[in-house]
C-alpha cells in the first residue's frame, strides 16, 4: 500500500516537473531575449552619453581631456547602475528558468537563485535612490549626500526585500523536507 501512494506521488511530481518545463522552455529564449536587448539599449545609453567631451574638443579647439573623458564614463556608469542591476535580475530568472527546464523547480538550491533576483530588485532600488543622486553630486563637483525616493523604488526595493526572505524560507523548507524524506526513506 505504501510503494503505491509513493508510485502516485512520483507520477503527480513527474507531471508537475514536465508541465514547469514545458513552461520554462518557452519563457527562458524570452527572457535571454529582453536580457540581451535591454544590455544592448544600456550600452547604447552609455556610449551615446559620452559627447560632451568630443564637442568641447571640436568647438574649442581643446585636446582630449582623460579627465572629461572618466567623467563622462563615470556619469553613464552611474546612470546605467539600475538598469544594469535589473538585468542582473532578468539573468538570475533565466538561470532559474533553465533549472525549471532540467526538472530542479523546488530544489534548495534554486531558492538561493530567487534569492539573488530579490538582491538585483533592492540593489536597484538602492542604487536609484541613494547611489546615484549621491554620486551624480560629485561627478558635478558638488559633493554631499541626496536621496530621491518615490513610490516606484521603495516598491522595487519592497519586492526585493520580500522575494529574499521568501526564497530563503522556502529555501530552509525544502532543505528540511528533503531531509525529512531521506530519513522516511531510510526507514522503508
Given at each position: 500500500m505504501m510503494n503505491v501512494g509513493k508510485a502516485m506521488m512520483s507520477d503527480i511530481w513527474t507531471a508537475t516537473a514536465q508541465r514547469a518545463a514545458a513552461e520554462a522552455r518557452w519563457l527562458r529564449p524570452l527572457a535571454l531575449t529582453l536580457f540581451v536587448m535591454g544590455l544592448l539599449m544600456t550600452l547604447q545609453g552609455m556610449a551615446g552619453s559620452g559627447d560632451a567631451c568630443v564637442v568641447d574638443m571640436a568647438e574649442n579647439g581643446r585636446r582630449f581631456s582623460v579627465a572629461c573623458a572618466l567623467r563622462e564614463i563615470g556619469a553613464g556608469l552611474v546612470q546605467a547602475g539600475p538598469a544594469l542591476a535589473l538585468l542582473w535580475a532578468l539573468w538570475e530568472a533565466q538561470a532559474y528558468l533553465k533549472r525549471m527546464e532540467s526538472g530542479e523547480a523546488w530544489a534548495p538550491s534554486t531558492m538561493?537563485?530567487?534569492g539573488r533576483i530579490g538582491d538585483?530588485?533592492?540593489?536597484?532600488?538602492?542604487?536609484?535612490?541613494?547611489?546615484?543622486?549621491?554620486?551624480?553630486?560629485?561627478?558635478?563637483?558638488?559633493?554631499?549626500f541626496e536621496w530621491n525616493l518615490d513610490a516606484t523604488i521603495l516598491t522595487l526595493g519592497g519586492l526585493g526585500i520580500v522575494l529574499t526572505a521568501i526564497a530563503?524560507?522556502?529555501?530552509?523548507?525544502?532543505?528540511?523536507?528533503?531531509?525529512?524524506?531521506a530519513d522516511s526513506d531510510a526507514i522503508v
Open positions: 538561493k537563485l530567487f538585483c530588485l533592492l540593489a536597484a532600488a538602492i542604487w536609484m535612490g541613494v547611489v546615484t543622486p549621491t554620486l551624480s553630486l560629485w561627478i558635478a563637483g558638488r559633493g554631499g530563503r524560507v522556502l529555501g530552509d523548507m525544502l532543505s528540511t523536507a528533503e531531509a525529512a524524506k
